[in-house]
C-alpha cells in the first residue's frame, strides 16, 4: 500500500508516516519511481508507534523498545521493560517537580490575593 493509505488506516497524516521512517522507526520499499510502499503490518506497527508517543515516549526511546517486537525473546522484553521503567521513573520525577512548579504559584496566587484585599480596604477607607 502507499504511505496516503497507510497514514489513514492508521489514523495519522502522512507527515507521521514519514516522520516515523526518517527516526528509523519504520521502513518502506521503493519503487522505481521511488514511491514507497508498506506491508499491511506496517498498520499495526504505526499505531503501535503511536500508543508509545502517546505514553509519552521520544522517537529514540522508541527505537530502542522496537527490538522487543522486531525480534521477541526473553533478553529483548527485559530490555524493553528495563527501558520502560526508566522513563516511567524519569515521568515521575518531572511530575514531582511540576507539583512543586504548581505549589509555589499558588502561593504566588494567595500572596496576590492577600494584597487586592488590602488594597480594598485601604481604598475603601
Known amino acids: 500500500m ?10 495519522v497524516s502522512v507527515r507521521s ?5 526518517e527516526q528509523g522507526l519504520l521502513t ?3 519503487s ?5 510502499h508498506y506491508t499491511d503490518d506496517e498498520v499495526q506497527r504505526v499505531m503501535f508507534i503511536q ?3 502517546a505514553a ?13 517486537v522486531d525480534s521477541p525473546s526473553e533478553e529483548n522484553s527485559d530490555a524493553a521493560l528495563e ?6 521513573d524519569r515521568l515521575s520525577e518531572h511530575i514531582t517537580h511540576l507539583m512543586g512548579t ?11 490575593r492577600a494584597h487586592r484585599e488590602i488594597l480594598r480596604t485601604t481604598v475603601a477607607d
Open 51 to 53: 500508543r508509545l508517543y
Open 32 to 36: 522505481t519511481s521511488g514511491q514507497r
Open 17 to 21: 508516516v514519514r516522520y516515523y521512517e
Open 83 to 88: 527501558r520502560m521503567a526508566q522513563e516511567r
Open 28 to 30: 518502506s520499499i521503493r
Open 102 to 112: 504548581r505549589d509555589a504559584l499558588d502561593e504566588l496566587m494567595a500572596a496576590a
Open 2 to 11: 502507499r504511505i496516503g493509505e497507510l497514514a489513514s488506516q492508521a489514523g
Open 56 to 68: 509519552g515516549l521520544s522517537s529514540r526511546t522508541i527505537a530502542e523498545l522496537l527490538p522487543c
